[in-house]
């Protein structure tokens, strides 16, 4: 299974074997606590400017008690 693959269909962190979804999931949420605040400039296309531009974007780092949902397909 290829582990932490990104919403654009980006490579995963790593390929492993599949074990049950209990762990997966555990999994999951141990690497987004482990990791921590993520922040990366990406390049979007302003087309009112018909040039690209910078765009921050970022994340903040769960921490215990935070309450998320989970949503699958």
Not at 2 to 30: A, K
Not at 45 to 58: F, K
């Amino acid at each position: 299974m290829e582990f932490g693959v990104g919403i654009h269909g980006e490579p995963g962190i790593e390929r492993r074997t599949f074990t049950t979804l209990d762990q997966t999931v555990d999994d999951m949420f141990h690497t987004l606590i482990d990791h921590g605040d993520y922040q990366r400039s990406i390049r979007v296309w302003d087309r009112q400017q018909g040039e690209w531009r910078e765009e921050s974007q970022s994340k903040r780092a769960l921490t215990q008690g935070d309450r998320v949902i989970a949503a699958g397909q």
